[in-house]
Nanobody, 124 residues
Framework: QVQLVESGGGLVQAGGSLRLSCVAS????????MGWFRQAPGKEREFVAT????????SYADSVKGRFTISRNNAKNTVYLQMNSLKPEDTAVYSC?????????????????WGQGTQVTVSL
């Protein structure tokens, strides 16, 4: 079982930036795609971004495209989410997840290990 631990969340004003990190335990991190999802109160879990095992392929939700960047460092078992130009509607709990294989996918059912999440709050 892989353990995923997110960090980097917090309170930021609209237009600001945050960088989320997700550290994975285990030696097979580099074999799998990784994803970021978010869930706001009263809303369904929403796909944010995903990255392939090598980092050569990424995909983003339309709502964050051009503002967020996903990256990974396989030597550190870490995946990142750089979030710029934050908006109040980005407020949510952000969770990272490990894919069931090496390829990018936006559907939650394609991920089998999830972190507890980190809160991101964007104020006006």
């Amino acid at each position: 079982q892989v353990q995923l631990v997110e960090s980097g969340g917090g309170l930021v004003q609209a237009g600001g930036s945050l960088r989320l990190s997700c550290v994975a335990s285990g030696r097979t991190f580099s074999s799998y795609a990784m994803g970021w999802f978010r869930q706001a109160p009263g809303k369904e879990r929403e796909f944010v971004a995903t990255i392939s095992w090598s980092g050569s392929s990424t995909s983003y939700a339309d709502s964050v495209k051009g503002r967020f960047t996903i990256s990974r460092n396989n030597a550190k078992n870490t995946v990142y989410l750089q979030m710029n130009s934050l908006k109040p509607e980005d407020t949510a709990v952000y969770s990272c997840a490990r894919g069931v294989d090496a390829t990018v996918d936006s559907t939650p059912s394609s991920y089998d290990n999830w972190g507890q999440g980190t809160q991101v709050t964007v104020s006006l």
